[in-house]
């Protein structure tokens, strides 16, 4: 089974996602951890993304759909994908089809999480990034 999970930043998508992950062996793919992982490893799509990140410009879509594929290739078991925030563009949702059409994939469902306006203000602002670490650090977790 392959999945989309949209929604706005701290609705939980990375969340459900693990869950997801951990109940069904599905692949989570978010491709904010990709191109981290990318950058961190150095690899040729790495170096491209941390030239464009580090210059405060957004990653190219074709970029991303090529961490994406990279990415299946690598967890190719059968089980299915969690794609995790993405696509975000019309552009980025035509490309991700055609990756998925060459592979003779489809996406089989697609989750939109809503979350109250109030609620995500609350997430969000609670939340740090442990830079070296590359860790999501939320309020509770600094107690």
């Keep these: 089974m392959n999945l989309v999970l949209l929604g706005p930043p701290g609705a939980g998508k990375g969340t459900q996602a693990k869950r997801l992950q951990d109940l069904r062996s599905l692949v989570q793919l978010s491709t904010g951890d990709m ?3 990318a950058v961190a490893a150095g690899t040729e799509l790495g170096r491209q993304a941390g030239q464009l ?3 405060g410009q957004l990653v190219p879509d074709a970029l991303v759909i090529g961490l994406i594929a990279e990415s299946m290739d690598e967890g ?4 299915g994908f969690i794609l995790d925030g993405f696509p975000r563009t019309i552009g980025q949702a035509e490309a991700l089809d055609t990756l998925l059409q060459s592979r ?3 996406v089989d469902r697609v989750v939109v999480i809503e979350v109250d306006d109030d609620a995500l ?3 969000i ?3 740090f990034t442990c830079a070296p670490a590359g860790r999501l650090i939320t309020s509770s ?3």
């Design 141 to 143: 977790s600094r107690r």
């Design 53 to 55: 990140m580090e210059q």
């Design 121 to 123: 203000v609350a997430r």
């Design 76 to 79: 190719e078991d059968g089980a």
């Design 104 to 106: 003779g994939e489809k």
């Design 35 to 37: 191109l981290r992982a």
């Design 125 to 127: 602002t609670g939340r």
